[in-house]
T-cell receptor, first 115, second 113 residues
Framework: ELKVEQNPLFLSMQEGKNYTIYCNYS?????LYWYRQDPGKSLESLFV?????AVKQEGRLMASLDTKARLSTLHITAAVHDLSATYFC???????????????FGKGTLLTVNP | GAVVSQHPSRVICKSGTSVKIECRSL??????MFWYRQFPKQSLMLMAT?????????EQGVEKDKFLINHASLTLSTLTVTSAHPEDSSFYIC?????????FGPGTRLLVL
C-alpha cells in the first residue's frame, strides 16, 4: 500500500522567512504533485515533478524531487501572507490490474504566514 | 483548457433524502473520473473510480449502494448519495483524467440536517 507522509502538518511562520515542507512516500513512483487548497475551495495544481532531480519554481515556491530517497520538498522563500493555505503532496501509482492512475495524498500542511 | 465543473456547489438536505452531484469535463472528454470526499481539516480520500460505460470501482469501506455513481457520457459523471445522513456531510470533489493528469472540480459541500 502506497503511503504518503507530509511534515510538518502545521506551520506558522512570519512574513519574510524561509521554510520547507517535506513529503515522503513509501513505494516507487515517477510522478509527484503539489497542490494548494484555500479554505472552502478545491485543489489548485502547483507542480508536477516527473523525474529524479526535477526542480520547478513558481514565484516564492520551489519544489524538488528525489526519487531515490522517495522525497519531495516544497521550499517557501520570503513568505508572504497570500501563501497561507493548505498544501498537499500526492503520488500516483498504476492501479494493479488496470490502467487507472490513482492519487494518494499526504495529510496536508496548513501554512499560516503571519504579518 | 482542462476545466472541470461540479453542480451544485453547495446543497443542504434533510436526513433520508437523496442528493445527486454532477461532475462535468467542459472542454475535454474523460473516460475516467474520480470521486473524493474530504472531511474538515483532513486530506482527500478517494471514494471511487468512475469509468465511462462500465461500473464504478469503489475503494474499500465505501458503500456502493449508498454512493451511486453513473458515468453515462465522456463528459459527465454523477454521484448520488442515497438516504443521506448527517455523517455524510462533507466536501465532495471530483476529478477528470486527461492523459495521466487529474483535473479537479471546484467541489460540492453537502450538509445533511
Amino acid at each position: 500500500e502506497l503511503k504518503v507522509e507530509q511534515n510538518p502538518l502545521f506551520l506558522s511562520m512570519q512574513e519574510g522567512k524561509n521554510y520547507t515542507i517535506y513529503c515522503n512516500y513509501s513505494t516507487t513512483s515517477d510522478r509527484l504533485y503539489w497542490y494548494r487548497q484555500d479554505p472552502g475551495k478545491s485543489l489548485e495544481s502547483l507542480f508536477v515533478l516527473l523525474s529524479n532531480g526535477a526542480v520547478k519554481q513558481e514565484g516564492r515556491l520551489m519544489a524538488s524531487l528525489d526519487t531515490k530517497a522517495r522525497l519531495s520538498t516544497l521550499h517557501i522563500t520570503a513568505a508572504v501572507h497570500d501563501l497561507s493555505a493548505t498544501y498537499f503532496c500526492a503520488v500516483d501509482k498504476v492501479k494493479s490490474g488496470g490502467s487507472n492512475y490513482k492519487l494518494t495524498f499526504g495529510k496536508g500542511t496548513l501554512l499560516t504566514v503571519n504579518p | 483548457g482542462a476545466v472541470v465543473s461540479q453542480h451544485p456547489s453547495r446543497v443542504i438536505c434533510k436526513s433520508g433524502t437523496s442528493v445527486k452531484i454532477e461532475c462535468r469535463s467542459l472542454d475535454f472528454q474523460a473516460t475516467t473520473m474520480f470521486w473524493y470526499r474530504q472531511f474538515p481539516k483532513q486530506s482527500l480520500m478517494l471514494m471511487a473510480t468512475s469509468n465511462e460505460g462500465s461500473k464504478a470501482t469503489y475503494e474499500q469501506g465505501v458503500e456502493k449502494d449508498k454512493f451511486l455513481i453513473n458515468h453515462a457520457s465522456l463528459t459527465l459523471s454523477t454521484l448520488t448519495v442515497t438516504s443521506a445522513h448527517p455523517e455524510d456531510s462533507s466536501f465532495y470533489i471530483c476529478s477528470a483524467v486527461l492523459g495521466r493528469t487529474q483535473y479537479f472540480g471546484p467541489g460540492t459541500r453537502l450538509l445533511v440536517l
